[in-house]
């Protein structure tokens, strides 16, 4: 594996209200670096810090102190405009809740990204059916999102996140809406993006089943960093 720092975030501070008598700190001091190529994921209890520290590794939320180099970019530095690019051309995102564009077909859902991006129309299309058939949705393309199940949504958001060919994934409770043999598909997705793509995915989970699947697992507890360890990757033990 390439020992490349892809996510490098030290001292990492969130404070809401600051300065405010009611000041709330959720994240206390992190430092969290993954190298490329990894599976990591997150882990811990509602009120745990997750959401925040993924909204933070998303670029969807800043730091309010620390810094976060994200594939050799120091975020710090970049305006609202800036920010956006780089979500839209650095990062994957697949969220629990899908977040599909209604009476919008799956191909062009998958499109998005890249037209946003100002990828040309022919070459949009020919790579959204790519990942279409990469995740096994080549015959739902036409579909409309109402007309698809959980785990066909899901499968259709995951082409998405892949659309612009991301640095990493970032996975929000993935499996969250979807039942056990439906999320199983779903994961091994992923573990296929990882195996064949060398893709680097961080999973947001509460399912320590899940996380152990895993290269590494990082548990915070109340804002802080109090597990992160190594795993033997299952994976290959399934296949």
């Keep these: 594996m390439n020992s490349r720092p892809i996510i490098s975030m030290k001292g ?62 120091d975020i710090s530095k970049l305006d609202d405009s800036q920010l956006s690019g780089i979500r839209n051309k650095k990062i994957g995102f697949v969220f629990q809740t899908f977040n599909l564009i209604a009476r919008t077909s799956a191909l062009k859902n998958v499109e998005l990204p890249m037209l946003y991006a100002g990828v040309h129309s022919k070459e949009r299309t020919k790579r959204a059916n790519e990942l279409l058939e990469l995740v096994e949705m080549s015959d739902r393309s036409s579909h409309m999102p109402n007309e698809l199940s959980g785990g066909q949504k899901q499968r259709i958001a995951i082409a998405r996140a892949m659309a612009n060919d991301p640095a990493i994934i970032l996975a929000d409770e993935p499996t969250g809406a979807l039942d056990s043999k439906t999320g199983r598909l779903v994961m091994d997705i992923f573990h296929k993006l990882h195996r064949e793509q060398g893709k680097t995915i961080v999973l947001i989970t509460h399912n320590p089943e899940l996380a152990a699947e895993t290269d590494r697992m990082i548990t915070l507890s109340d804002g802080n960093i109090t597990g992160d360890r190594l795993l033997t990757n299952k994976e290959a033990d399934r296949t």
């Design 12 to 73: 990492i501070v969130k404070r809401f209200y600051t300065g405010t008598p009611n000041e709330l700190e959720i994240i206390h001091g992190l430092d969290i670096e993954v190298p490329e190529g990894q599976f990591v994921s997150v882990v811990g209890a509602s009120g745990s810090g997750k959401s925040t520290l993924m909204n933070m590794i998303g670029v969807l939320d800043r730091q309010t102190a620390g810094q976060y180099i994200l594939d050799g970019i």
